[in-house]
Each structure stands twice: as C-alpha cells, then as structure tokens.
C-alpha cells in the first residue's frame, strides 16, 4: 500500500482507478444504507462521492457490501484444493476466510501447514490462518504428527497467521496443561480460539479465564448465551454436519449482536456450490427474522474486529476494496465480487485467474497388511456400546444395545441400524484397529470407507459385513487416501484423495460431480443421510459429545477416557 498515493487518490489529487457510481452503500459502522458512489484505487476504497476515475461502473441502484468473511472454515474439508475452493466461495461473495490447517496438520505436521500457507499465496481469496493448537487433538488416537509450542512458534511471524486455533482439548486447559499453556502464550497478543462442546459452569469459567475468546460448538440458546455473558464471542455455525444456527440466531439481539460471527466450519464442495458459503448463512439468517444490516455486519465486521484484521470488513476508506454488489438484501446473490478492487466474479461465474497448486506432498497411507479376519469382533458379553447419530450435528448420544451375535462374533444388526464400525490407523502401521458399532446410516449392504476424519484421519470405514469392509478399507489404501463404497468384494464407486488423503487437485465440478455419484450410491444401499461421508468423517472426534471411536477403542468424550465395547 502506497500511502502518499492513496491520501492523494482520497483527497482527489489525481485519478482513481475505479468508481462505482450510483449504488446503495451498506454501512456497517452506522448501520445506514444510502446512495452513495465508491472511489477504488490501488486496492483500496479512498472516498465517497464524485472522483474523476479511469473508469466508471454504474450499478443502477444495487447494493454495495463488504466482502463476506468466514470465520472459521477447514478448507481441507472441502477435499478441495486451495485454488478450487476459492473458485467456490469467491463467487458467493466470500472475500476472506480464516481456516485452522489442523486437518492436514494431524497427517503431515510442519509440511502440512507450509503447504497450505504456500498454497494459499496470490489467490483471489485472502487466507488467514489459525496454527493447529491440538496436533494431535488427544493421546487417545494416532495422528501422523505431535506439535508443540516450539515447533508452531516460527508460523506466528507470518503476517497471515493471525492466532492459535481451536482449542480442542477443555480438559488440558482446565487441568492447566503445560503442552496447552505453552502454545497459548506463545501467541500472546494474538486470537485464541475455543473449542468447547457442552462446557458450562465453573469449568467453562476456568476454560475462558485462560484467555480463550471464542466458541463454535455451541449447539443450543442456552449454551450459547452462557458463553456470551462470560465474555465470549459466539461463532453461528452453519456447516454440512454441523447445522446450528437456527437454534442460536434468536439470542441475537441489538444489544448484543457485535459478539456474534458466522462460521462454516465444515463444508462439502456440493453444499458451497448448491447453498453456497457465508451468504448462505446470511440469507439464512434474514430469512429467520434478522435484520439485513445486521446480518451483514456479522459477516464482515464482527469478524475482522474480533480477529483485529486491518483494512478488512468494510467499504470505507483506507479498507481494502472487497467489495459485493447485490440486486437485493433477500436473495444476497452476488452479481459482483471484487477483491482489492479486481473484479474476480460476475453473475456467479469466476472470472479470476486461476494459482497454481504449491508442490506435491509426500504419501500419507502407511497401513499395516490387512486381512478380513482383523475386523471380527469375538464376544464377550450380551451387551454393547452403541455410538448414535444425532441428525444435522456432529455430537452423537451414547446407548447401549443387545448384541447381535454369529458363529461367536458380534456381528451388525440391519434390523435394528446398528452397524459395524471401525477405524484402521494409517500413519505409523501399527497395526491399531479400532471396532464398535453405530445407529442411523441406515445402510442395508455393503459398506462407505473414507481417509477423512477428524482430527487424527485414520481410515474409518461402516458397514454390514467384514468382506465389505475389508474391501473398503483396502481399496483406501491403494488409492493412497479417498473415499470408496464396497459390496463384497465389488468397488461401486471411489474419489482418489492424493493430497494427504485428504484433499484432491482435481477441478470443482468434477469433484461434486463424483461426490454426488457417491452419494447416489450410498442411498441405493438403504443410507438415509444426506451426506454420509461428512457424518463418517465426524465419527472419530474424540472431543466431541458423548460417545466415538478411534484407532484405539471406544471413547467416552464426557469422561475423556477409553472405555470397553462390551457392557
């Protein structure tokens, strides 16, 4: 930024770059809409009004918005490259995004993060990042990697990297953890983002006096306004999985509304392209009662001021021009995004050049050899633990069935949607299988595989039977990380994810293309989920409420400790 000629440019000096003249300018500082007209130079908004400029776009009376900005975003779980997600969101108006790489953190370590930062750089999308504070996320799976405060400290002086990300582990900081407290402070200064499902009372008081900031997991009114009268700022999620924000958005109110932001947290490449992104959720939110200013300010604003963005979240001067036209405050359908004053979408078409992928990484599937039999379940008593799905939230509820047993081995139970479960480490060969069951898939053959889920990404696969299983989870291996459905010993259908077995090159329409084939497929089987694989993927978080499975067994989340699969 060239501040001698943006004064000048301001004070109307010499000639700006662009103006756009005649729109309704959408002030999240006063809250006003008015007709005004925006001076753009070198990438920044200088000034209001009349300027002589290179050239003139006259909107005709639409709306003129900050760029959208997602608070809290994994770009990996787009399985999407940098470089295609932007050619997702950037049409949607997103204009910015703050993403924590702990994804690929977890498979790949310090690699992980330099290729994300790497690949993030000259994109028509600012990338700001979280550095992963929980690599891995407990001792209760195997990651592909452990960070601790001397390994992230060298990222904290990119100008990118604006915080330490979601701090998963509550039960490390309240028990004051030295690992945890060290990553804390060595980000001193910068945002620490929370990460706390169900916390309340004194225990979410220990947890915040800490100096965590921020929630996304907040899943009800009352958790939420909780965490907001103790000073937090309330991060709406609205995601594939994880779809909160029509239980929150009452709570916001004029009063308190600059402590609310939106987040995507997680989100398939065929829900960006078919709903979209951040302006999803804001026309989502007015839709259910909240003001179109408001909701736009929570877009933009709230989120540069909470993360201490400069420049970034408002059309005003010295603000970098990421700019959204709107027909209208209803449909909040971009027909133009510009990001530092280049117009890089019209009408929903990207119209930016296209970045280069940073190098290739290293393989990431280092399995043991595997046979059927490793997946038999011998039983040891009547009874079982169950992990049930809880529809549109990643939380699952903890049961207990009767267990289904043939030939001495606890097999799945159709009739009842209890079905076998598993997870296969895939980092150090260790040969770790970790076997439960889970309600409500709905599957009646075959069996869904996938090297995404979260945080440590091991395989994890569901399904009727062993052979089925032991296909899936086979043919993972040799595509070196993807998606993959299996019927005995048929293949029906598989996406190769090459990069960390997380994320594939390939261009955005081809990968929802194959994802909704995948899906297609899924529900010819009996699933009943609308995106299965996304709720697979979730199954393995051992931070998350109130009953997964990793690598290692059975995890009670409320209790955090491995606990037996038989009652």
Not at 287 to 314: C, D
Not at 506 to 533: I, M, R
């Amino acid at each position: 930024m060239n501040i001698r000629e943006i004064i000048k440019a301001a004070n109307g000096e010499i000639t700006v770059d662009l103006l756009l003249k005649n729109g309704k300018l959408i002030n999240v500082f006063s809250g006003e809409i008015r007709t005004e007209s925006v001076a753009i130079h070198k990438g920044f908004v200088v000034g209001f009004g009349n300027y002589k400029a290179k050239k003139v776009l006259n909107l005709g009376g639409k709306y003129i918005a900050p760029g959208f900005i997602d608070g809290h975003v994994h770009i990996e779980s787009s399985m999407m490259s940098v470089s295609e997600f932007a050619r997702a969101v950037v049409p949607r108006g997103v204009t910015s995004v703050i993403t924590d790489a702990h994804e690929i953190a977890n498979v790949l370590g310090i690699d992980g993060i330099k290729y994300m930062l790497e690949s993030s750089k000259n994109q028509p999308l600012n990338v700001f990042f979280m550095l992963p504070s929980c690599v891995p996320a407990t001792n209760m799976e195997t990651a592909g990697a452990r960070l601790t405060g001397f390994d992230l400290y060298p990222f904290l002086r990119e100008k990118w990297v604006v915080g330490l990300g979601e701090v998963m582990n509550f039960p490390g900081v309240i028990s004051a953890d030295d690992d945890l407290l060290n990553k804390m402070k060595i980000a001193s200064g910068k945002r620490v983002d929370g990460h706390s499902p169900g916390l309340v009372g004194k225990a979410l008081s220990s947890y915040i006096a800490s100096g965590i900031a921020s929630d996304h997991e907040s899943t009800t009114m009352p958790e939420a306004k909780e965490k907001l009268e103790k000073g937090m700022y309330v991060m709406v999620r609205e995601g594939t999985s994880e779809k909160n924000l029509k239980d929150i958005i009452p709570l916001v109110n004029e009063k308190n509304y600059s402590r609310f932001f939106f987040v995507t947290d997680d989100r398939h490449p065929q829900d960006l392209v078919k709903e979209g992104s951040v302006d999803f959720i804001v026309r989502y939110a007015i839709s259910l009662g909240l003001a179109p200013v408001t909701a736009i300010k929570m877009a933009t604003l709230n989120t540069a001021e909470y993360f201490r963005l400069p420049r970034i979240g408002a059309v005003a001067p010295g603000y970098q021009a990421d700019i959204v036209i709107l027909n209208n405050l209803k449909d909040i359908k971009p027909v133009m995004v510009f990001r530092r004053g280049e117009l890089v979408s019209v009408n929903g078409e990207f119209v930016a050049k296209k970045v280069k992928l940073a190098g290739m990484l290293r393989g990431s599937i280092n399995v043991r050899w595997l046979t059927e039999k490793d997946f038999r379940i011998p039983v040891l008593k009547k009874n079982i633990h169950v992990i049930e799905i809880v529809p549109h939230q990643i939380v699952t509820k903890k049961r207990i069935f009767p267990a289904r047993v043939e030939k001495k081995f606890v097999v799945s139970d159709i009739k009842k949607d209890v079905l076998k479960l598993v997870v296969v480490e895939r980092h150090l060969a260790s040969g770790n299988i970790g076997k439960g069951f889970v309600k409500g898939f709905g599957l009646k053959k075959g069996a869904i595989a996938s090297s995404v889920s979260h945080d440590s990404h091991n395989i994890i696969c569901v399904g009727v039977d062993d052979k089925s299983i032991f296909t899936a989870c086979v043919e993972i291996v040799k595509m070196g990380g993807g998606l993959c459905i299996a019927d005995g010993e048929k293949i029906l259908g598989r996406i190769p994810l090459p990069i960390a077995g997380l994320m594939t090159d390939k261009p955005l329409e081809k990968v929802v293309s194959e994802l909704e084939k995948l899906v297609a497929v899924t529900k010819k089987l009996g699933c009943k989920l609308d995106d299965p694989f996304m709720t697979l993927s979730f199954l393995a978080l051992p931070v998350i409420p109130e009953l997964k499975l990793t690598d290692k067994g059975l995890v009670d989340v409320s209790k955090m400790k491995l606990v037996e699969l038989f009652v």
